[in-house]
């Protein structure tokens, strides 16, 4: 069982400040700003080469940072980078697991590396096998494992060393729907006993699913950071929602979605929607609904609703894209805690 993390009072699970890593030419991270609490189920966000592995890679001390300071439970990265160490574990993108082996030999091994004697080796393998319900596969060659089961040990793993802070890197990339919800729920289960976990993932829906606080990075920067909540919120604009019974009245619902929103429409991969952010609110859901009788356009549902994460990550976006401007919005790296940079 895993200590759950009350952390020394006021002293925040990560710390960054002016973080910044740089590969030759490429700045990967650039000054990034973030303080978060222990006790929540973080999820980092960003389009490709934002910059997420990078800052998971720093707490896991596999970077050294240029410049500025990354501190893990008040520990620095850099200079007491062992201690930082013992606290963590880290499940990379690609699953590391040998496949001649079974599972409960490769969390062995990976226990006799974190230094466990041969008996302590094979308890916390027992331990974790229980721990994540592989007691079925344990005893079968990781070769034959489907992909949730080689990812659900590779967790496994990271979890041998009884971390404080768990560090997922895109834990159900190349998952199916089944192996996904099982990682979920071993997400779940470790969160429930208190380790704390930072996952980095392109799937908005697993961020909405696991997490408690999401952090937004582009461009090697935090854009946007809080509660999911309050950053739904924070683009304060609704969704006009329209699901329609007929698949070819889709381009007329979506134009006049647009013309009346100001806003792109966006027909939804499942089912016969089509939305648009509505930064009218209700005043254009009724302009909509006229537009829709006038045409004689026949919906089956018509709504408002608040935006899904996947709106939210768009509109954050396409904002720090567009504009260009180095200021964060106002929530941009403060979690929780009362910092006021
Ligand atoms: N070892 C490296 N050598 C050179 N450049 C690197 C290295 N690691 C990362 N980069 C560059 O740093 C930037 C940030 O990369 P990073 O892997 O952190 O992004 P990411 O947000 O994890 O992206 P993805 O969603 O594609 O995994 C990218 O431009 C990437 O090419
Ligand atoms: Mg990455």
């Excluded at 030999?105 to 230094?115: H, I, V, Y």
């Excluded at 509505?278 to 408002?304: F, K, S």
Aim: aromatic share 2%; glycine share 12%; with cysteine.
């Amino acid at each position: 069982m895993t200590t759950p993390i009350a952390g020394a009072a006021g002293v925040p699970l990560i710390e960054a400040q002016d973080l910044t890593v740089r590969f030759g030419k490429v700045t990967a991270l650039d000054g990034l700003e973030l303080t978060a609490q222990a006790g929540k189920v973080l999820a980092v966000l960003g389009p490709n080469g934002a910059g997420k592995t990078t800052f998971v890679r720093c707490i896991a001390t596999l970077v050294r940072p240029d410049a500025g300071r990354l501190l893990v439970r008040g520990q620095d990265v850099v200079r007491e980078a062992s201690s930082v160490r013992r606290d963590i574990g880290l499940a990379g993108q690609f699953a590391a697991v040998e496949p001649t082996m079974t599972g409960r030999e490769n969390l062995e091994m990976t226990a006799r590396l974190f230094g466990h004697g041969r008996t302590a080796a094979r308890l916390a393998a027992a331990s974790v096998i229980d721990q994540l319900g592989l007691g079925d596969v344990a005893d079968r060659r990781t070769g034959g494992y489907s992909g949730g089961q080689r990812r659900r040990l590779d967790l496994g793993a990271s979890l041998v060393g009884s971390p404080r802070l768990l560090l997922l890197d895109e834990p159900t990339t190349g998952l199916d729907p089944v192996g996904r919800s099982e990682v979920w729920a071993a997400v779940r289960d470790l969160a429930a006993t208190g380790t704390d976990i930072l996952l980095t993932t392109h799937y908005l829906e697993e961020a909405d699913e696991l997490a408690d606080h999401v952090v937004v990075i582009d461009h090697g920067q935090v854009i946007a950071a809080g509660p999911l909540g309050e950053l739904k919120a924070s683009i304060g604009q609704d969704v006009i929602d329209i699901a329609v019974s007929d698949a070819a009245t889709l381009p007329a619902v979506a134009d006049i979605l647009t013309r009346v929103t100001a806003t792109p429409a966006r027909r939804q991969p499942a089912g016969q929607h089509v939305t648009a952010l509505a930064p009218g609110g209700p005043a254009q859901l009724a302009a909509v609904i006229g537009r829709l009788q006038q045409a004689a356009i026949a919906v089956e549902e018509i709504g408002l609703r608040r935006p899904s994460l996947d709106e939210v990550f768009l509109v954050l976006t396409s904002a720090s894209d567009g504009a260009g401007d180095p200021t964060p919005p106002a929530t941009a790296g403060q979690l929780v805690t009362g910092r006021t940079s």
